[in-house]
């Protein structure tokens, strides 16, 4: 097995343990604005995805992803399955040649870009969307114009997610369920961009624990250039 | 022969529908599907491309859906099929029945059943 197959897995599996422990609390959110149903159909298919990647003979990054989505596709149902799920499955022959700097930003491009067909959804609808682009957008940035390692890129997209998770709290929904309540929905944290985020910070663990550290921290490790609270360049 | 394949979020309306729109369609194939797999509501992706390959004889799948997800969980169903298969944007019901009655005509084509499904959004019952 590849270190990065190796890392994938343990990923998912991190992924699985930290859905399972928010579970209650990822209802709680969902009950408040939804069905209820998030806490438990996420804690589901991520448990059903860290036994199929586990059960993986050759498990390179895309096919660890890949079988991830697949599962969570399957098991999540309603309409985080398609979103988290079949995401994941297309956003992962990005991976197909390891995890670099350049195809973890083409990953996450990819997902957010399926995401959003999926959903049509956009920055401000009280969603999933509003961790997921200012996340996806801080960590190209931080890449391709900061020079950031992916590691500290994410770790700035991590913090770019949770600003977004923030901002989903006193909006109005305009997508999915809670969009019927209108004006009730102003006060709750949206479940989908907190599973979101949930995700992001588990990744963001597993993978400084798989890189090894530097000799030296580069200059820039700590650039302010990221302007914060700036979601969306389209 | 355009099979079809009606989703919802219930496996008993699912059926339901498949039912009231057989009894229109003569030998058209109607594959229902529905329900989150484990006895609840919801739509599951693989399952309802199950549906397709079922309904599919070769001649392309018009599917019909319901509310929410299961337009997403359709999508990525018609992804993953080999069949040539289409959602129609109509009612499900009156869509379904549409679909069913113009699939049998010898000339249907995936295109005119998913038209005539989509036609069923204008019928007024009053």
């Known amino acids: 097995m590849s270190d990065e197959g190796a890392a994938a897995v343990a990923a998912v599996g991190a992924v699985a343990e930290r859905i399972e422990a928010e579970r209650s609390h990822l209802t709680d959110l969902d009950s408040a604005i939804g069905d209820a149903d998030h806490g438990g159909n996420m804690a589901r298919g991520w448990a059903a995805a860290a036994e199929a990647v586990e059960d993986l003979e050759d498990p390179e990054p895309a096919a660890v992803v890949k079988t991830a989505g697949k599962t969570l596709l399957s098991e999540v149902g309603g309409a985080s399955g398609p979103l988290f799920g079949g995401s994941l499955v297309f956003a992962s022959t990005e991976l197909e040649e390891g995890i670099t700097a350049e195809t973890a930003v083409a990953f996450a491009e990819t997902y957010l870009e399926k995401v959003q067909d999926r959903g049509d959804a956009r920055v401000g609808d009280k969603t999933m969307i509003d961790a997921l682009v200012p996340a996806v957008h801080t960590f190209k940035k931080s890449v391709e114009v900061d020079d950031m390692t992916p590691v500290e890129a994410l770790a700035k997209a991590v913090a770019a997610a949770e600003r977004g998770v923030d901002f989903t709290v006193p909006i109005r929904a305009s997508k999915g369920r809670a969009s019927y309540l209108g004006w009730r929905s102003v006060g709750h944290q949206d479940p989908g961009a907190t599973s979101t985020l949930y995700i992001m910070e588990e990744l963001l663990d597993v993978a400084t624990d798989n890189v090894d550290a530097p000799d030296e921290l580069p200059d820039h490790a700590e650039s302010p250039t990221i302007p914060d609270g700036e979601v969306t360049e389209d | ?126």
């Open chain 2, 1 to 126: 022969m355009v099979g079809l394949v009606v989703v919802s979020h219930s496996q008993t309306a699912a059926d339901g529908i498949a039912e009231v729109a057989g009894e229109m369609g003569g030998e058209t194939r109607i594959e229902p599907v529905g329900g989150d797999g484990q006895g609840g509501f919801g739509t599951v992706a693989g399952d309802i491309e199950a549906a397709i390959h079922d309904a599919d004889d070769g001649d392309g799948v018009v599917v019909l859906v319901d509310l929410g997800s299961a337009v997403m969980n359709a999508e990525i169903a018609i992804e993953m099929s080999d069949a040539e298969a289409v959602i129609a944007d109509a009612p499900v019901l009156e869509g379904t029945v549409n679909a069913a009655v113009t699939a049998t005509g010898s000339k249907a084509t995936v295109e005119s059943v998913r038209e005539q499904a989509e036609a069923a959004r204008g019928v007024e019952k009053l």
